[in-house]
């Protein structure tokens, strides 16, 4: 390399703590502005170009730089996403947080090349205020990163150039994994977009309309429609109530053959004031101060098994259902079910 180059490497050298002042900064910006969005991403790393690298950047097209400052990504960020449309929302961000320098920058999504899909990268030029050098920032979802690696691997490792035929599968698949790509984000919203409409539902009463899945009966969950229930038992003992999750009773509500919300909420309905006279029973003669959240659907659930004939044994698969299956099942239901019998539910 000439003398002008030799300059740029010994500039580097000296520059090297500030470089990792300034790649800790920026992982630290980044990290806490995604912090803050509530966005998962697969990756968010940080790197200084290696000296051998930047010899053989300089060897290249060493005359176009000034000085060091001249070279764009003498540190480079990249953030890798699970969805295309967090590529923006993370865009907008580094748009906040750094100045960008817009001639540099490049959004190779734009190009619209045959054989582009492992190298959509959206590439920014920022400038960290208080530091002389910029940087580059990387945002690609995980599969453009795969894909990259992928063909950098087939394609360029040996140095020899690949027959077309070889090409023409690579593009068949890099086609194949960008629809993959669009399909996957699409899916998320349409999902976001359907929790939405069944809150809303759920909302305004009308469960007949929406089926019963994880998702639905979650929001369901979130309107509480046990509570009053479980505040009534608890006032027999004067009890505090002890929040645990309810979304297992899922499996318990399908085995009745719940299809909808509505069908969940009728039988509430049904089997509300027997379970809370089953609760009176167990709780009557005891001293118990803390019961918890799930006291009034599991009654209702005991409720309607006795009531539609399931006996002892029904009860036995409840309580394996709710409690993993283990020996002291069988003892619980029979006890209940004998005070299930002695109360005439």
């Not at 520059?15 to 803050?36: G, N, S, W, Y």
């Not at 999504?109 to 899909?117: A, I, V, W, Y």
């Not at 086609?175 to 939405?196: H, V, W």
């Not at 998702?215 to 509480?224: E, G, K, M, V």
Request: net charge negative; aromatic share 8%; with cysteine.
């Amino acid at each position: 390399m000439d003398l002008h180059c030799e300059m740029i490497l010994d500039e580097y050298r000296e520059a090297i703590p500030v470089l990792e002042q300034m790649k800790t900064e920026v992982l630290r910006l980044l990290r806490e502005a995604l912090d803050r969005s509530g966005l998962i991403v697969t990756a968010i790393e940080a790197r200084i170009k290696t000296e051998e690298s930047l010899r053989g950047k300089l060897a290249l097209k060493g005359s176009k730089y000034a000085t060091l400052s001249d070279i764009t990504d003498i540190l480079g960020a990249r953030i890798i996403t699970f969805y295309t449309d967090d590529v923006d929302r993370i865009a907008a961000m580094a748009e906040q947080l750094f100045e960008i320098d817009w001639n540099n920058s490049v959004d190779k999504r734009t190009l619209h090349q045959l054989d582009s899909f492992g190298y959509n990268s959206l590439h920014y030029i920022c400038k960290l205020p208080g530091y002389d050098f910029r940087f580059e920032l990387q945002l690609r979802t995980t599969l453009q990163h795969a894909w990259a690696a992928i063909n950098h691997d087939i394609g360029y490792k040996t140095g020899v150039e690949i027959p077309r035929e070889y090409l023409r599968r690579i593009n068949r698949l890099a086609g194949i994994l960008e629809m993959a790509d669009d399909e996957f984000s699409r899916i998320r919203s349409e999902i976001t977009d359907y929790r939405r409409r069944v809150q809303q539902l759920v909302q305004n009463g009308k469960l007949d309309d929406v089926l019963l899945d994880g998702d639905t009966f979650n929001s369901y969950l979130q309107a509480r429609p046990f509570d009053a229930l479980n505040k009534r038992i608890a006032a027999i003992n004067q009890a505090e109530i002890q929040e645990v999750p309810l979304i297992h009773y899922l499996r318990v509500f399908n085995a009745f053959g719940c299809k909808t919300l509505g069908d969940v909420e009728r039988l509430k309905k049904h089997y509300q004031e027997a379970a809370y006279r089953l609760a009176r029973h167990q709780l009557g003669n005891t001293d118990l101060d803390i019961i918890s959240s799930a006291v009034g659907v599991q009654n209702i659930c005991i409720v309607c098994i006795i009531a539609s004939g399931g006996g002892k044994m029904g009860l036995v698969r409840f309580f394996d259902a709710i409690n993993g299956h283990n020996t002291q099942n069988e003892a619980i239901a029979e006890m209940t079910f004998n005070l299930a019998k002695s109360i005439q539910l």
